[in-house]
């Protein structure tokens, strides 16, 4: 157990739909990473936050977006869904800023119908 | 660019050792990972090495790194039956923030 907590496990929606993922880091790491794992694309990194503000994005759809709230969880917004977003996402965290490895969370699995 | 590559799949019999590969195209790399997924389970982080090191052991992990290749292997000896899973290699490049950068994965299925 890695610390990393996501909620929910299993998310099943239908095409033009908008999901929240859910993700709280390990206790007192101040940074939270989300990444999602699909079969055609593998693990691609989306975006970064640090204790609230956002720090690198990656290959992050307009369609999606994240925030860090002031109690450190954060949030991955998934809109207007389409059939290609069904994949694993993963949150991870970390200590700070710039730490060596990060801790990654169970997952959720959305499937879009 | 950023580009991290590994075989597909790998076959081991229990008991002997695994030498998983990866190469990696951007020298600038900063520390380089390995991580071990199990079906239905997030990452697991096994080890890493800073990128000015040549090798790393941790119990049954050794890790090698080939800098002026960008050829990074980890070795897992005395393999179980629960070392199965996928493994994947990431590097991370400090001027890049601290993002993962993930190869395909490696599929090691241990025999009995």
């Known amino acids: 157990d890695s610390g990393v907590t996501q909620t929910p496990k299993h998310l099943i929606t239908a095409t033009g739909q908008r999901v929240t993922l859910r993700c709280s880091p390990r206790s007192g790491d101040l940074s939270v990473y989300w990444y999602q794992q699909s079969l055609d694309q593998g693990l691609q990194f989306l975006i970064q936050y640090y204790n609230g503000e956002e720090r690198a994005k990656g290959n992050i759809l307009e369609r999606f977006s994240a925030q860090q709230f002031p109690d450190l969880h954060s949030e991955l917004n998934l809109s207007s869904l389409e059939l290609g977003d069904s994949a694993l996402y993963f949150c991870?965290?970390?200590?700070?800023?710039?730490?060596?490895?990060?801790?990654f969370g169970p997952g959720t699995r959305l499937t879009v119908l | 660019g950023e580009d991290v590559e590994q075989s597909l799949f790998l076959s081991v019999r229990e008991g002997d050792s695994s030498v998983i590969n990866c190469t990696y195209t951007d020298s600038s790399s900063t520390y380089l990972y390995w991580y071990k997924q199990e079906p239905g389970a997030g990452l697991q982080l096994l080890t890493y090495?800073?990128?000015?090191?040549d090798m790393k052991q941790d119990q049954r992990l050794t890790v090698l790194l080939n800098k002026k290749d960008k050829h990074l292997s980890l070795r897992i000896a005395d393999t179980q039956t629960g070392d199965s899973a996928i493994y994947f290699c990431a590097e991370s490049i400090r001027a890049a923030g601290n993002k993962l950068t993930f190869g395909g994965g490696t599929r090691v299925l241990v025999k009995p």
């Open positions: 991870a965290s970390s200590v700070a800023l710039m730490s060596t490895g990060q801790f």
């Open positions: 090495i800073f990128s000015n090191m």
